[in-house]
């Protein structure tokens, strides 16, 4: 059967556009990931990540006409992230066991399933106790995310190479912030707020049907790694040979045996894969390195959660935008921190193949360090064009830091324990992020001089009059809470480049104990 001309001349932009998709786009990123199937698996991750944060930045993204419709504040706002944070930071710890003893891949399609589900209910909420509701539901199913994610990028990948690949993983969180402020943000302005979450609900089925169709479930400790070149991701229990593979090393196991590290002998006695929740919990804490990455961690993610639900209100406020134009100025200031996370874990692998042990969580605290230093300048300066490049280099050092450091957390600990781990970090980050948008809340409205109730005085006064009252004190909140984001800093700095060496040593150690 033949095509008419018509048909032909039709068929014509569209076989040039694929043609354009593989060369440009697919291409390229196949061989910045080393290989299709390598690629495969990184997207899947990045878009489970994605998903939970455009939904947090969505409550941010939408928080004043939220405002408007609901008659509340930024205290109010604040709660409706903590709701599904708080639950996240009591039911994370017995996922991340779970994790640890059943089918990964299975886990995570139940729960955006669930996760689907429960984000219908927040668009379809009438009242402010009934949104609120909705993400104490979300939280629960969206803590299986952080553990299930981190152990999977583990047997996925090489030691060597986790920086970067944590980047690209991590890659994907930024980009669902960048959804969720452009994209629901626009689609509130747009539509309604409402949409804005509808939108995300679809998105999270359609990823599980492709999770569960396309991911096959690994085996663990690394004997489903994925070689440089492999066309197709291994099964459990299955290798795959590439078309071009060089025997490698892992690069932290030759520079511990070039400088004769010793291990803790007092960590050595337990067994990682039959151990007990509360005794894994209780090892992962005596990791020196383990628990200072930890603190530091949160303490990071405290103060993106309380920037990440204001950022839009304060933009509005402080520099007179509307609500499409202050999500894409978020937007374009969030590519900062993508440059960020794809620049620092190159950037620690990168030292750790030269000899530099420490060169992970030296590369984290120097983006923590640098973040506060942008902050200050930008939060100081009254002029957005002037106050935007500080902000930029600010987002590189938010998102820069955290790849190296979650790839230093698995370096110190062994692979039987990475879902438990996972699980403790995630507790006491959810911790700090719940406490992070009240707490930013409670301070700006201390700060403006008024209790911040919201309400029927603030909907008569139309859109710009919230906007403008809203951001009153924000910047003097985001100044006082540079201090904790100087401490993981600092924190990193002085304690782990002293302690990492020992705890790659002991995990090391621990892992061929294991196995023999």
């Not at 710890?93 to 399609?109: E, Q, W």
């Not at 299930?148 to 920086?163: H, K, Y």
């Not at 663990?220 to 070149?229: A, D, F, N, T």
């Amino acid at each position: 059967m033949t095509l008419s001309n018509s048909d032909a001349r039709a068929a014509a932009p569209a076989g040039r556009l694929r043609r354009w998709l593989r060369q440009d786009i697919e291409r390229p990123l196949e061989e910045m990931a080393g290989g299709p199937a390598r690629l495969k698996v990184i997207v899947l991750l990045a878009c489970v990540l994605s998903l939970d944060a455009a939904d947090k930045a969505t409550v941010g993204a939408v928080a004043t006409p939220i405002k408007a419709a609901l008659h509340i504040g930024n205290l109010q706002v604040g709660w409706l992230v903590t709701a599904s944070t708080a639950v996240a930071a009591v039911v994370t710890l017995p996922f991340g066991a779970l994790v640890d003893r059943v089918r990964r891949v299975r886990l995570l399609t139940i729960a955006l399933v669930l996760w689907s589900a429960s984000m219908l209910a927040s668009g379809l909420a009438a009242s402010y106790p009934m949104l609120l509701i909705s993400r104490l539901a979300l939280g629960a199913v969206a803590s299986v995310a952080s553990p299930a994610v981190t152990s999977l990028t583990g047997d996925f990948f090489r030691p060597g190479e986790r920086g970067r690949i944590f980047g690209y993983v991590l890659a994907g969180e930024l980009l669902g912030v960048a959804f969720g402020f452009l994209i629901s943000g626009n689609v509130a302005a747009w539509l309604s707020w409402r949409a804005s979450f509808f939108a995300l609900a679809v998105l999270g089925l359609v990823l599980a049907v492709v999770l569960w169709r396309c991911l096959p479930e690994p085996s663990r400790g690394g004997q489903s790694r994925i070689p440089v070149g492999a066309r197709r991701v291994p099964a459990e229990g299955e290798s795959v040979r590439a078309r071009a593979q060089t025997p490698r090393s892992s690069s932290l196991r030759r520079v511990i045996r070039w400088r004769g590290v010793r291990p803790r002998h007092a960590l050595m006695s337990m067994n990682p894969a039959s151990a007990s929740l509360w005794r894994a919990v209780r090892y992962v804490l005596a990791v020196p390195t383990c628990r200072t990455l930890i603190l530091a961690s949160a303490l990071g993610y405290f103060y993106f959660t309380g920037l990440r639900t204001f950022a839009i209100v304060f933009m509005r406020g402080r520099f007179d935008l509307n609500q499409s134009a202050a999500s894409t100025l978020a937007v374009v200031i969030g590519l900062g921190a993508i440059a960020g996370v794809l620049l620092a874990g190159r950037l620690g692998d990168w030292l750790i193949d030269r000899g530099h042990l420490t060169g992970r969580v030296q590369v984290a605290a120097a983006a923590y360090l640098l973040a506060t230093a942008a902050f200050l300048p930008g939060l100081l300066i009254g002029t957005l064009w002037l106050a935007g490049p500080f902000f930029f280099l600010a987002a590189a050092g938010i998102g820069g830091a955290n790849p190296a450091a979650d790839a230093a957390r698995l370096d110190v600990v062994p692979s039987a324990l990475w879902g438990r781990a996972e699980g403790v970090r995630a507790t006491f980050r959810f911790a700090l992020e719940a406490a992070a948008p009240p707490l930013f809340g409670y301070v700006s409205a201390r700060f403006a001089g008024h209790a911040d109730t919201g309400g029927a005085a603030g909907a008569a006064t139309g859109g710009a009059a919230i906007a403008r009252m809203g951001a009153a004190g924000l910047d003097h909140t985001f100044l006082v809470m540079l201090v904790p984001l100087a401490l993981a800093g600092v924190l990193l700095l002085a304690r782990t480049t002293r302690t990492y060496a020992r705890d790659v040593a002991t995990a090391l150690a621990a892992e061929q104990r294991t196995r023999h």
